[in-house]
Structure formats: structure tokens, C-alpha cells
């Protein structure tokens, strides 16, 4: 199964002080399915007014795209085997295999740019490359990712999103959704209301937390799309109040995919947490009531754990997670675990039912 073919070292990660991002360089993934609208997105903010230097990285996987698509970021003509210029100061390269490389590139460039704008390929996994920013960032790298911004097709994204895959396989498009930070609902000049009501419904129901946004031809405003800081601990209180406001999400048409959410008062282990998490994510060890594994695509939350003073931020997306201290204190005697899951085959009173029965601080041991 494809998610077993990149899985990274997996470290166990200890809560670590709050982070900030300061001086460091932000990257956001732009992903969405064929044609939603994400070249289109890259040259609206390239071409906008935003006084950032932005280095675009074209993620082709190995595709034949790779021509055509340098040609619409720099509507040059040129091919970049190596960094382009911009003349507004923005770089453009295109990555082959994965992006690894093209960090060594960027890190070579330091200095030269102050945002890193990542395109995968409509058929990629953005999680992947997600992870390995993560994983790049806890190595002490200068850069940390910002967001994961998914461009949807508002006349094709509902028939994308309920493309049978065959057994054991995501679909890709609702896979992207259930990643995302925020959402660009793209085309909505080709669509009715009804129909964009559809989309957003079937949006909501894949991933809970995520923002929506609608637009024509790629159009948003800026700030909806950078410097989002999905990750960053000083976000706590938002993160905190959303999952707090999050109902259970209805039906939608590729139903493996969903958000579970549930609140648990009091304190957890942190030991057991760390057990909890890992036997969710690596070893899949969860079954829903129909006996199939529970795969958990992303995972949020605020979290009160023993001992500490302070909410820990849960972060996971694909295989690897983190547990961050954040600068937000508990009130007295209001310690609220708040939890969001989403992935497929997901059973909220199985998942709720495992998580109470072995991660709950036990006051007596
Ligand atoms: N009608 C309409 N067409 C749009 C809109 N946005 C983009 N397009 C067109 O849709 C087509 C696909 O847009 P791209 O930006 O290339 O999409 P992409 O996601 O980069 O496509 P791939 O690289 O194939 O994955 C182009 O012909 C765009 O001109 C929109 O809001 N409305």
C-alpha cells in the first residue's frame, strides 16, 4: 500500500518549549486535483503586490508536466533545470523525484527569498512532502511549514471526489482536502450556488477544521493564504475555541473519509499518550466496528498533560506528529482535552473508548 512506501524514522518526540517561527522561512504546500486551479493561484501570487520574495518549487513527481507549468509561473518561455529569476524577486525551480534537493538548492539561495511556495502535482500525496518539511524543520533547518492550501474544482470536485479507488487505495482529492489548512474553492463562475453549497458541504464533512475560501480564476486575498502559521503553538487559543465549536461532521459522498471529534476532561499521561498516538498512526492498530484499520490522515489538538501548567498542541499529518508546549495556561480546574481525527474508516466511539481507557493520567499509580 502506498502509505507504507515513504514512511520516515519514526521518533517518539517529547514536548518541547513553545516554538516560534522567527527567522524562520515559511513554506506553504499548494496541492489540489488535474486542473483545480493551482498554477493559476501560483502566478495570482506571484504577480500580486506583497513585498515577500517568493521562491516557487515545482513538485512534479516525475511527471511530463513540468515544461508547461515553469512556462505558466514564468510566463518566460524559459525551462528551469536551475533557479529562475524573477524580475520581481521571486525564484522558480522544478523539483524531480522529491524535494530534498531543491531545499539544498534553497538553502544555497538563503537570504535571496523569504517565502517558499511548494506545488505538488494534482495526483501526489501532500502529506509526504509535508512530513518531510516537518521532519526537515525539527533537524534545526531555517524553514517550517506554514500550511497546506488544497485548490478545489467547483464544477469537477464533487464527481473527483467520488471517483471509486480501487480497494485499499484513498481518493486523492478527498485525501488533499483532509490535509488541508485551508481550501481554495476554485471556478465558481462555472457553478451554481446550489452546487457550490454541495462543494463546501462536502468540504466541511471530509475536514472539519478547514477554512474555506471561494474564488475565480485563483483570486484570494493574500493574507488568507500566507503566513497562516497552521502549526505554530502561538496559535493555541484559536486552535482551542475551533475544536471546541466543531460538531460531527454528515455524510458526504466518499464516506472513508471524515472528522471524528471528541472532548475529554482531565489530565493524560503523557507516556500514554505517546503509546495512544503511535498505535493510531504507525501501527494502525485501531479497527472500526466493521473491522477495518482506522487511518488517520491528520490530527489536531490541545491537550492538558500532567503536570504541566500549560495546553500541548497535538500536530499530526500522515505518519509523523508532535506534542508542543504552548504559551496558553490552563484556568484552574478547567483542563479540556480537545481532539480532532480525520482519515478514513474513523469510529469516534471506538477511537473515544481506547482513549479514555488508556491515556487518562490514573491519579492512583
Ligand atoms: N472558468 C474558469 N476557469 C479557470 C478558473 N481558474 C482557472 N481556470 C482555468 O482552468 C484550467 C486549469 O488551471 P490550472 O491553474 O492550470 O490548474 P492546475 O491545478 O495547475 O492544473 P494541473 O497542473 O493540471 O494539475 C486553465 O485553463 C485555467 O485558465 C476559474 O476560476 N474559472
Redesign the pocket.
Known amino acids: 500500500m502506498e502509505e507504507e512506501d515513504d514512511c520516515p524514522e519514526l521518533v517518539p518526540i517529547d514536548p518541547k518549549p513553545p516554538v516560534s517561527s522567527v527567522g524562520q522561512i515559511p513554506v506553504t504546500i499548494i496541492t489540489?486535483?488535474?486542473?483545480?486551479?493551482?498554477?493559476?493561484?501560483l502566478n495570482y501570487i506571484l504577480t500580486e503586490q506583497h513585498n515577500k520574495r517568493i521562491a516557487v518549487i515545482l513538485n512534479e513527481f516525475g511527471e511530463g508536466?513540468a515544461l508547461e507549468?515553469s512556462l505558466?509561473v514564468s510566463q518566460a518561455g524559459e525551462l528551469y533545470e536551475e533557479w529562475l529569476e524573477l524580475r520581481n524577486g521571486c525564484l522558480c525551480c522544478s523539483v524531480k523525484d522529491n524535494g530534498l534537493k531543491a531545499i539544498e538548492n534553497l538553502m544555497e539561495k538563503k537570504g535571496k527569498f523569504d517565502y517558499i511556495l511548494l506545488e505538488t502535482?494534482?495526483l501526489a500525496d501532500p502529506g509526504a512532502v509535508a512530513s518531510m518539511f516537518w521532519v526537515d524543520a525539527e533537524l534545526g533547518s531555517d524553514i517550517y511549514l506554514d500550511g497546506i492550501v488544497t485548490?478545489i474544482d467547483a464544477k469537477y470536485g464533487l464527481q473527483q471526489l467520488s471517483e471509486e479507488k480501487a480497494e485499499g487505495l484513498l481518493n486523492e482529492a478527498a485525501r488533499q482536502i483532509a490535509l488541508a489548512d485551508l481550501t481554495i474553492i476554485?471556478?465558481?463562475?462555472?457553478v451554481s450556488g446550489e452546487d457550490l453549497d454541495r462543494v463546501k458541504d462536502t468540504v466541511r464533512s471530509i475536514n472539519g477544521l478547514v477554512k474555506i475560501v471561494e474564488?475565480?480564476?485563483?483570486r484570494v486575498d493574500l493574507s488568507e493564504v500566507l503566513d497562516l502559521h497552521s502549526f505554530d503553538t502561538e496559535n493555541a487559543a484559536n486552535l482551542s475555541e475551533k475544536l471546541h465549536l466543531m460538531r460531527s461532521p454528515h455524510p458526504h459522498l466518499d464516506k472513508s473519509i471524515l472528522t471524528v471529534t471528541f472532548e475529554v476532561p482531565g489530565d493524560l499521561s503523557e507516556d500514554a499518550l505517546n503509546l495512544f498516538v503511535q498505535d493510531l498512526l504507525w501501527e494502525k492498530l485501531f479497527l472500526n466496528k466493521g473491522g477495518q484499520p482506522m487511518t488517520v490522515i491528520r490530527l489536531k489538538g490541545i491537550v492538558a498533560l500532567a503536570g504541566k501548567d500549560h495546553q500541548v498542541m497535538l500536530q499530526g499529518v500522515h505518519e509523523l506528529y508532535e506534542l508542543n508546549e504552548t504559551p496558553e495556561r490552563w484556568e484552574e480546574n478547567v483542563r479540556i482535552n480537545r481532539l480532532v481525527f480525520i482519515g478514513r474508516n474513523l469510529d469516534k466511539d471506538v477511537l473515544q473508548e481506547h482513549f479514555l481507557a488508556r491515556v487518562l493520567h490514573k491519579l492512583d499509580n
Open positions: 489540489g486535483y488535474l486542473g483545480a486551479g493551482k498554477t493559476t493561484l508536466s507549468k505558466a502535482t494534482g485548490v476554485n471556478k465558481t463562475d462555472l474564488t475565480q480564476r485563483s
